[in-house]
């Protein structure tokens, strides 16, 4: 069976400073993995994806995971956080051998301070 | 860019009654699926819909869950007999195959009085 973990309930960064959100998955076969963002009383935006190719994946405002097949690992980083970035982010993954579906993880709330 | 439309944003129920919440996929997508969210914790997996039957559902998805696409564009969720714990935000999803990352609706929060 499937299953990701995000062992951080929260995060907090200073602006300009580079953050992690940190996220690792289980799987039978090779993943697909996927980070997406949900801003307050919104629904669930893709932000990158990790098919196959290079273990640096580039994402949409800024973001970018690198997938870690030693560590079975997915973090999400970003070189110099935004205010803005505030937000809750969910890890997902799902088994590329099988028609499964997506299970995201627990969720990290990143909190960028001024 | 195209976009997964739900429908209501926002239900109100009273305990026992049947609700339909409604999803329109994005047209060239050829797998759906719903999902709950309560309180803005963790995206739990419902049911998956592919060549117009469930493909996979998870153990919330009992008997007074079902799925429909009746017309070739919407996708629905209904709830026969709602419950308070079935307060929850509902999304629907769509996916083009199966390496492709899931389209979100913008959610139907469902509150159960």
């Known amino acids: 069976a499937q299953s990701v973990a995000q062992p951080e309930d929260q995060v907090n960064v200073a602006e300009g400073n580079p953050l992690t959100v940190k996220c690792t998955y289980s799987v039978s076969g090779n993943p697909y993995l996927f980070w997406y963002v949900q801003y307050p009383n919104r629904g669930l935006q893709f932000l990158l994806k990790y098919i196959t190719g290079d273990n640096l994946v580039k994402g949409s405002y800024g973001f970018e995971a690198e997938f870690n097949k030693s560590q079975t690992s997915f973090h999400l980083k970003k070189p110099s956080a935004l205010v803005s970035d505030s937000a809750l982010y969910f890890c997902?993954?799902?088994?590329?051998?099988?028609?499964?579906?997506?299970?995201f993880g627990s969720g990290t709330r990143l909190s960028i301070r001024p | 860019e195209p976009e997964v439309t739900q429908t209501p944003s926002h239900q109100v129920t009273q305990m026992g009654q049947e609700v339909i919440l409604r999803c329109v996929p994005i047209s060239n997508h050829l797998y759906f699926y719903w999902y709950r969210q309560i309180l803005g914790q963790k995206v739990e997996f419902l049911v998956s819909f592919y060549n117009n039957e469930i493909s996979e559902k998870s153990e919330i998805f009992d008997d007074q869950f079902s799925v429909e696409r009746p017309d070739g564009s919407n996708f629905t969720l209904k709830i026969r007999s709602t419950k308070l714990e079935d307060s929850a935000m509902y999304f629907c999803?769509?996916?083009?195959?199966?390496?492709?990352?899931?389209?979100f609706g913008s959610g139907t929060r469902l509150t159960v009085v």
């Open positions: 999803a769509s996916s083009a195959g199966l390496g492709y990352g899931y389209t």
């Open positions: 997902a993954v799902r088994d590329r051998s099988s028609a499964s579906k997506i299970i």
